[in-house]
DNA sequence: GTCAATGATCGTGTATACAAGAATAGCATT
DNA sequence: AATGCTATTCTTGTATACACGATCATTGAC
């Protein structure tokens, strides 16, 4: 537990939003939140200002607090400027490739490629999360790091959807072995145009998110 | 004045940290927040812990709230990521391009001519926001352009320093122009690729930059 | 029977009071 | 004289109380 409460309740209730315990749609009530957490409405009120200052629920005035439901589009769009995201820390990472960088990639590839031979979907989940961190760690550019972690929570939930899809778990992990490649040879360019293609949603995956979204 | 007083301090104290009126380092003090805008400090708190949720500035538990200082090598960062978001949205916008978007990039436009030709860098300071305002709008995707209005906002203070080294008002409009060519005809590529070098900072003008944030 | 208006109830918005921790200053001791 | 310890004060963190607005239900009129 964090030392302020109000904290401690912002990470709560974000995980909670992000697991989708909270719908979107959902209306978060303040004493509803203050009981269940054994807390007084301040802290509540206080991490849910921060929720909506972050964007993740929307205070409407005397309306209380509802759960944001970003919809098929806006994750799109979402995904879309993560590509872009994901492409620049790829382009970094090849141009200031140092040895720990180089290492962090180096094992969590391998166990994506582990937890990929076994068919192991949650366990690629997990592995593959590791992996894009590496790269966004090995651009070296705090804040595009931080941006990517950023974007790539409140994405989670929708990737997670994505590798249910049928073959999905094998192509994403030849796409990482390209991009590796990409990254190791120094090669920016290509990895940049590499990482944009591989999370970004193109075509007939698309409408496999929106299938999944659905289905939820 | 926002409905609620908590939403309307944050936009308050929000401008006023990017209008250097709190210099980075600098406590605020909650009372001395409440006294000054004459309401009580629940409505300060509640700015601050969405300004801390922003990143905008630190609250340390118990021991107050100070405005960040990104320093030179993290606002570069922050033009990086920038440069690249704005490409993605120039690129967008030469897909997607109707008429209205069309319209509003041709108006903006015409006045950045204007005010580069008076040489009135106060003005095309003003003009050339809104024009980066239009292609942001142009390329339809909610989600990006919440993304550069947010980073633009923060970046703000910078960009106006930019604009008073030697000569970076003509040599801004001629890379608009090329901008605007590309968009127009459709090439994305392009306008990708020009709208990185419009807006990041490569070689002397970091040197600019950091001089620049000095002399404040 | 349906629609509108008014009142009651519930929940948010702000203020204030109280508690706990951190910083600073003063005093004592080495 | 310098350093360390203690006490006081100031500021933050949390709780509670009160007020205003919104929503919903009930009643009355058309």
């Known amino acids: 537990m964090s030392e302020n409460v109000g904290r401690w309740l912002r990470d709560e209730i974000e995980n909670s939003i992000l697991s989708n315990e909270f719908s979107p749609g959902e209306r978060l009530d303040e004493t509803v939140l203050a009981t269940r957490f054994g807390v007084s409405r301040t802290p509540v009120r206080e991490a849910l200002m921060q929720l909506d200052a972050i964007g993740l629920i929307e205070i409407r005035p005397r309306r209380g607090a509802i759960v944001i439901d970003p ?106 072995c390209a991009i590796v490649d990409a990254i190791f040879a120094g090669n920016g360019d290509e990895a940049r145009r590499l990482l944009r293609g591989h999370v970004g949603i193109q075509g007939e995956r698309f409408s496999d998110l929106v299938a999944s979204m659905a289905a939820r």
Request: net charge neutral; charged share 30%.
């Open 71 to 176: 919809g098929p589009h806006r994750v799109y769009e979402m995904f879309e400027v993560m590509a872009e995201l994901e492409g620049l820390a790829g382009s970094l990472a090849a141009r200031r490739l140092d040895k720990a960088s180089r290492e962090a990639i180096t094992a969590t590839h391998a166990r994506c490629e582990q937890s990929a031979a076994a068919g192991d979907s949650d366990a690629y989940y997990y592995d593959n999360e590791e992996f894009h961190k590496a790269i966004y760690a090995a651009g070296r550019s705090d804040f595009l790091e931080e941006q990517c972690l950023q974007l790539h929570r409140r994405l989670r939930p929708y990737r997670r959807l994505q590798l249910r899809v049928r073959n999905r778990l094998s192509t994403s992990f030849l796409e990482h």
